[in-house]
């Protein structure tokens, strides 16, 4: 491999993950989200993976990555959780066969005036707390109604919800945004689906007909606090070392001088940087692996370059391979060391790191 950085999807940990997924939801259907290029991962590399395993449909957040799936031939259920946003996108949906999130008023006139020709299979939403996408649990029935009155719309509709506190395990308020979906839809017909990745985990009673992991599916877990969950990790990133440079103590390192060697050492230069998605906001001592053992990172994080301290003594040579994140140096760890959460490293791996999937690295 000479590129610079490059990232290892292993696409036999994602199918393990959906197993791991699928144990604990033996009632429900999994809609396995992949929007924002599955999360860094790859659309068209996960979505291959995903193929003969018990995911049931897709999920991906804007119609041109719905259609982006179907013109690479997938024949799945896709799911456009953001929904159309204009009569051409709905025209799309229909012609690409994509089911889509109804969440404004906006959308339901549009399909109102739709010939009934057509059809769209939809999701109604209810907000129940989030106050983003969705429809108030005061206005929802009345809402229904309207949309059972489109010709274009697939009868019965399904019923959807997004929680905004999952991820939290402390509090009641994602109890009580559970129950209340449940009430608001109570009397109605159609398939339910409240649970992303971190309610699948800790929340039970969100488990109905249509469960959505995200971030689970890539091994990685929703919550701050590590838990062990049975997942594996499919991304890793990779560079290696290009340069080696022995420095005096008091010397200081990178942008800004923000790390001064207490004393003398061996700094090692990985070509990777915020220009590849590491975050710039990873603090003094983030751990990297350099031919699989932890070294500190130093300095700030430039666009192409990160150092690290090899140490006074280093057998390391220019050329050794290095690891960002991956199965032995969680993103969540690094993640906590950035001052962000794994979500955010792993979909901001930048269009010039080349991703492989572990299948051709053995080829
Ligand atoms: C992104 C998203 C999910 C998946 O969330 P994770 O936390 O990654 O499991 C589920 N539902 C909706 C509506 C989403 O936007």
């Not at 993950?17 to 068209?44: D, E, F, Q």
Request: charged share 20%; hydrophobic share 45%; with cysteine.
């Amino acid at each position: 491999m000479s590129v610079a950085a490059y990232a290892v999807i292993d696409t036999a940990a994602i199918k393990h993950n959906v197993k791991t997924i699928a144990a604990r939801v033996p009632h429900s259907k999994i809609m396995a989200i992949i929007k924002a290029n599955a999360y860094g991962h790859g659309l068209l590399v996960v979505a291959e993976a995903l193929q003969d395993t018990a995911v049931k449909a897709f999920g991906v957040a804007r119609v041109d990555e719905g259609m982006q799936l179907r013109q690479a031939g997938f024949e799945q259920k896709i799911t456009v959780l953001e929904g159309f946003f204009d009569q051409q996108q709905l025209n799309d949906c229909i012609d690409y066969d994509l089911d889509s999130i109804i969440h404004s008023k906006n959308q339901l006139e549009l399909l109102a005036s739709q010939p009934g020709n057509d059809k769209i299979s939809v999701w109604l939403k209810l907000d129940v707390g989030m106050n983003r996408l969705g429809f108030k649990p005061h206005e929802f029935a009345s809402i229904y109604q309207r949309l059972e009155q489109c010709a274009v719309a697939v009868k019965p509709c399904g019923l959807i919800t997004h929680l905004s506190m999952a991820d939290s395990v402390a509090g009641a308020t994602t109890s009580q945004q559970i129950a209340l979906f449940k009430k608001t839809v109570s009397k109605l017909l159609g398939e339910q689906s409240i649970a992303n990745s971190a309610a699948i985990i800790a929340h039970p009673d969100s488990l109905t007909d249509w469960v959505r992991p995200g971030i689970m599916l890539y091994g990685i877990s929703p919550f701050a606090h590590a838990c062990e969950l049975g997942l594996k990790p499919a991304m890793s990133l990779h560079s290696k070392l290009i340069a080696i440079k022995p420095i005096n103590a008091g010397d200081t390192v990178g942008y800004a001088g923000t790390w001064r060697s207490q004393k003398r050492t061996h700094l090692g230069v990985v070509a990777i940087g915020y220009g590849d998605g590491y975050p710039r906001s990873a603090s003094n001592g983030t751990p990297v692996l350099v031919n699989g053992g932890r070294v500190p990172l130093v300095g700030r994080v430039s666009m192409d370059m990160i150092t690290v301290n090899l140490g006074a003594t280093t057998r390391a040579k220019v050329g050794d391979p290095v690891t960002l994140w991956g199965k032995q140096l969680p993103v969540e760890e690094i993640a906590a060391n950035a001052d962000t959460i794994p979500y955010t490293l792993v979909c901001g791996v930048t269009q010039r790191v080349a991703i492989k999937k572990t299948p051709e690295l053995n080829g």
